[in-house]
């Protein structure tokens, strides 16, 4: 008798866990979804440190401050301040809230490759697409006043 309520409680827990796991598997809602993806974004953001991106992007921007403030009318020193705000050391690879809508979609290239960025309605994320790979990234809040300026690019 013992060995059976042994396996007829084995079975219910075997049956509990089987719900949980199809619950956690189920599309990206799933516990386990949320744990692939933040391990995703973790992978996204240590690759995107480690290939020096930011630091390009940031000395870049350093290297033409005299360039931009000639081409926009503004001073060195507010050209400077709109960089610093960027923050560009800040921006780290995220998902996507499904409630966020495109605003509008820019193409460029630079350096030989072609790339889009795509901003939506909340400043606090844009897409970026190179290399036929999207990335979106969350915006620092000190840069997000700078988003709406994109089209202008």
């Not at 509008?104 to 960025?117: E, M, P």
């Not at 909340?122 to 620092?140: F, H, I, K, M, R």
Request: aromatic content about 6%; glycine content about 10%.
């Amino acid at each position: 008798m013992g060995k059976i309520i042994k396996l007829f409680v084995g079975l219910i827990a075997l049956i509990i866990v089987g719900i949980i796991g199809i619950t956690a598997l189920s599309g990206t809602d799933g516990i386990l979804g949320d744990v692939a993806s933040d391990a995703k974004n973790a992978a996204a953001n240590a690759a995107l440190d480690a290939s020096g991106a930011k630091n390009r992007v940031q000395e870049a921007l350093d290297a033409h401050v005299g360039d931009i403030a000639a081409a926009t009318g503004l001073s060195t020193a507010e050209v400077q301040k709109g960089i610093d705000d960027l923050a560009v050391q800040e921006w780290k690879v995220t998902d996507l809230p499904a409630s966020a809508q495109a605003e509008g979609t820019f193409s460029a290239s630079a350096a030989g490759v072609d790339g889009t960025l795509t901003v939506y309605d909340d400043p606090s994320y844009v897409t970026v697409n190179a290399y036929g790979q999207n990335l979106t990234l969350e915006v620092p809040e000190s840069a997000r006043q700078y988003m709406g300026y994109l089209a202008y690019l």
